[in-house]
């Protein structure tokens, strides 16, 4: 996408994916960290005379609200970035993140202000939904713009990378908070240290971001005045529905295999088959760490054959691996660190999908397009994973690799739908030139 196709990668690109990476570590982390500590801010923040299954439901509806406000975040600050340029809603989609996560680690309890407090909490998190909502568009669409067309795979890959730290940062720094302190210190001060420490850095990386330059692409087409003549949505929804309905698709992949795979695998192995929480939480970071690998190794694939063959045989190794990695839990926990470890890897596919979605849409509609498509995806199938799965394990304890299995010949059909598109536009391409 950037104006030198030819070029390796220089000082300047890894400065660049460096930064967007980080940062988007960062937001990842700021916008995780509040699930692992949700049980003590479930007893700060709401009255203590209530049922406990209501603290808990309104904890995680507070949480949720987070996902809820990815769409609307991230379409508007889609449309400025289509409009005003990349940097600018890179930068704010930072400090968006950054403040309402330092204001959680200040803000005063329902014991101090009452009502108030779950109240403001719920505004800060709607807040940070929103900023992410524009923050992985946009570091796709940022660093995609920036690097040689042909390491656009390695940069996406290795951006995706970047948001799967974040996760395990969040992870880290929860674990090593709990048990280095009392359940009583935590409950007082402990927990607002991850929130401090994540709106601290977020600044930092915000200030860092100061030193990227706008994308040539986007200079290019300002230069040109080819940007959007028309709202970048309405383009996008009427002449790139193809486009749409392929990243969605992948954001489906994406954003479910995830949370099967990851984030609530140990919950479920302790459930279903009684294995030790700490057995399983040492094994989940091990895959997470996997997972960073096989994102990058992914991207990698992708630009040297492509993103249809990656895809197609990335999904058939996910398939067969979290198939292992689900009967090794049931049959023989004693290898389940290298079952899980293998699958992580192989969801590593997964950072296949920016690459798609930043080749699907042409440039002057491309943050829009991406945003739209991910975060209204991220919203329904992120939010109802875990409900179609809760139902799924009614009819066989096998059904979390059953889901996966569904996703991955999705996947496949979608990386055959790929290769034929890539094979049609060869022949045009031949066509014209004759």
């Not at 139902?391 to 096998?398: G, I, V």
Request: net charge positive; charged share 10%.
């Amino acid at each position: 996408m950037s104006l030198d196709h030819t070029r390796r990668l220089n000082r300047q690109d890894y400065k660049t994916l460096t930064l967007a990476a980080l940062g988007g570590a960062l937001e990842f982390y700021d916008f995780i960290i509040f699930v692992f500590f949700a049980s003590v801010i479930g007893e700060l923040f709401f009255p203590s005379d209530i049922p406990e299954w209501l603290r808990q439901l309104q904890t995680f509806g507070i949480f949720a609200a987070g996902y809820l406000a990815r769409p609307l975040g991230g379409l508007i600050m889609a449309h400025f970035g289509d409009s005003q340029g990349r940097k600018k809603m890179f930068s704010l989609s930072i400090l968006m993140m950054a403040l309402p996560t330092l204001a959680m680690g200040l803000l005063p309890t329902y014991a101090s202000i009452g009502i108030a407090a779950p109240l403001l909490l719920l505004l800060l998190r709607i807040l940070q939904g929103a900023a992410i909502g524009g923050e992985v568009p946009g570091a796709w669409v940022f660093v995609a713009e920036h690097v040689p067309e042909k390491r656009i795979g390695f940069a996406c890959g290795t951006l995706t990378a970047g948001l799967t730290f974040g996760i395990l940062l969040g992870s880290l720094v929860a674990t090593l908070i709990t048990t280095t302190m009392s359940a009583q210190a935590v409950a007082e001060t402990g927990w607002r240290i991850p929130f401090l420490l994540g709106g601290g850095f977020g600044l930092l990386a915000m200030y860092l971001r100061r030193w990227l330059h706008e994308t040539p692409v986007f200079l290019q087409m300002k230069q040109r005045k080819a940007l959007s003549a028309e709202l970048p949505l309405k383009t996008v929804v009427v002449r790139h529905t193809h486009g749409v309905v392929v990243s969605m698709l992948l954001t489906w992949l994406l954003s479910a295999c995830i949370v099967v795979v990851l984030l609530m695998a140990p919950a479920l192995l302790q459930k279903l088959h009684g294995l030790p929480a700490a057995l399983t939480l040492q094994a989940n970071s091990l895959a997470t760490v996997m997972l960073i690998f096989g994102c990058i190794i992914a991207g990698a694939l992708v630009d040297r054959i492509g993103a249809a063959t990656t895809l197609i045989a990335g999904s058939l190794l996910m398939a067969a691996s979290s198939w292992a990695f689900f009967n090794v839990a049931a049959h023989a926990p004693e290898y389940l660190f290298i079952a899980y470890a293998i699958a992580g890897l192989c969801v590593g596919v997964v950072g296949v999908v920016p690459f798609v979605m930043v080749s699907a849409f042409p440039a002057e509609v491309r943050f829009t397009g991406i945003s739209f498509s991910y975060n209204i995806a991220y919203a329904i199938f992120g939010g109802l994973t875990p409900i179609a799965l809760t139902l799924m394990l009614k009819l066989s304890p096998m059904a979390p690799a059953y889901y996966v299995l569904a996703l991955a010949a999705m996947g496949v059909l979608v990386g055959c739908w790929l290769r034929r598109e890539a094979g049609q536009q060869v022949l045009i391409n031949q066509i014209r030139a004759q």
